[in-house]
């Protein structure tokens, strides 16, 4: 068993950088592919960026060069590190643990946080 939680959403301007932490707890934390979700009101909650175990990482084509996914395995945690923000990036934040191998879809993932809103508005 997992458990995830986020923090460091709020409101920000076009343009702000903004970074989000996940902390998980649990022994194996360094078996688990991480990923980060978000979504929008009124949208399906879709794939952001990802980071293997071994610190491999995939990105959606929306956020490659702005975003950036990092672990570390000693404190348990997962960032996600945004600039150049934008108001289409507004949206709940998820994080989200799967075992070993890294995954684009949200199906795969079997642990969840609550998410964190990000907001993103002049």
């Known amino acids: 068993q997992v458990q995830l939680v986020e923090s460091g959403g709020g409101l920000v301007q076009p343009g702000d950088s903004l970074g989000l932490s996940c902390a998980a707890s649990g022994r194996t934390f360094g078996n688990y592919a991480m990923g980060w979700f978000r979504q929008a009101p009124g949208k399906e909650r879709e794939f952001v960026a990802a980071i293997s175990w071994s610190g491999g990482t995939s990105y959606a084509d929306s956020v490659k060069g702005r975003f950036t996914i990092s672990r570390d395995n000693a404190k348990n945690t997962v960032y996600l590190q945004m600039h150049s923000l934008q108001p289409e990036d507004t949206a709940v934040y998820y994080c989200?643990?799967?075992?070993?191998?890294?995954?684009?879809?949200?199906?795969?993932?079997?642990?969840w946080g609550q998410g964190t809103q990000v907001t993103v508005s002049s």
């Open positions: 989200a643990a799967r075992w070993l191998l890294v995954g684009l879809r949200k199906d795969q993932y079997d642990y």
